[in-house]
């Protein structure tokens, strides 16, 4: 036998083709798939990985948000964790569970978010699978270097602690959704669209900083998390947390604490760090 050249470099099939379709929806978002294993681009300092997964009615409704926003946010809280890391990203692999009542269109429009949150990070997708289910989940694998790699591990004491961005948004959208109520477009897009702060966790390494962790379950929690594996005792005045601006709004409609809404808040994916007392000019 001998072989010849086809147009695709994939096989035949229905699942065949939804890879194909998918890569066309991907564009320069995807790397060369088709293989069973891909090569990781390489880059100066620490080969860092990450697997982080979102499943439906756990980390999402489907009520709440469009197949793309799905993938672009599972995409994003994966690449967090490299922020978290201070690594420049070097690639995207997604392991998608497909329900069995979704349709083709969605299961496109999920890796295209998917490739989109990727691109913005400077990254492709490398591959991944594709499998069947009950529900949708998507289990995204993140590849990427450290020059100086950032840990839960290193605060000391007297440290400073710092919070990127704002917080509380991704929660105040929740309890409106729970509520029955639509959130307005700002809290929304911080649920359904989170940034990476990539760029910035690098930058914050370079300062100085002594010890890294995304904000995914709270400014509450994540510092407890850190403090734990620092072997440090972390002390927050949560009201001088940066709120986003609607979260009082939310809370007080709620009847919630506004600064206790924003502490306790989840999935903002923001850094919480420590760096020293001189960072600044002041205390954090």
Not at 75 to 99: E, K, W
Not at 105 to 122: K, R, W
Request: with cysteine; net charge negative.
């Amino acid at each position: 036998m001998t072989a010849k050249h086809v147009a695709s470099p994939l096989g035949d099939g229905a699942e065949f083709d939804r890879i194909r379709a998918i890569a066309e929806a991907l564009g320069d978002a995807a790397g060369p798939l088709g293989d069973d294993t891909a090569c990781v681009p390489e880059g100066e300092g620490t080969l860092v990985v990450s697997t982080d997964v979102s499943v439906e009615n756990v980390h999402f409704k489907r009520e709440w948000l469009r197949p793309v926003e799905i993938g672009w946010r599972a995409t994003s809280a994966a690449l967090s964790d490299l922020a978290a890391a201070a690594a420049l990203p070097a690639g995207v692999t997604v392991a998608l569970t497909v329900p069995h009542d979704a349709s083709h269109e969605d299961v496109i429009a999920l890796m295209a978010g998917a490739g989109q949150a990727a691109q913005a990070a400077g990254t492709k997708i490398l591959g991944g699978d594709l499998s069947s289910g009950p529900l949708w989940s998507v289990a995204v694998t993140v590849l990427g270097h450290a020059v100086r790699r950032m840990s839960r591990r290193g605060a000391k004491v007297g440290d400073g602690v710092w919070v990127t961005g704002w917080v509380g948004g991704a929660r105040a959208a929740i309890r409106d959704w729970e509520s029955g109520k639509e959130p307005e477009p700002t809290i929304r897009e911080f649920f359904a669209n989170p940034l990476p702060r990539l760029a910035t966790a690098r930058w914050l390494a370079e300062q100085g900083a002594t010890a890294m962790i995304d904000v995914s379950d709270g400014i509450a929690g994540d510092a407890l998390h850190l403090a734990a594996a620092s072997g440090v005792r972390i002390e927050i005045d949560i009201e001088r947390l940066p709120l986003c601006p609607a979260v009082p709004v939310v809370a007080i409609r709620q009847g919630d604490d506004p600064a206790l809404m924003g502490a306790r808040g989840g999935e903002d994916y923001e850094l919480l760090c420590t760096l020293p007392a001189s960072f600044g000019g002041a205390d954090a």
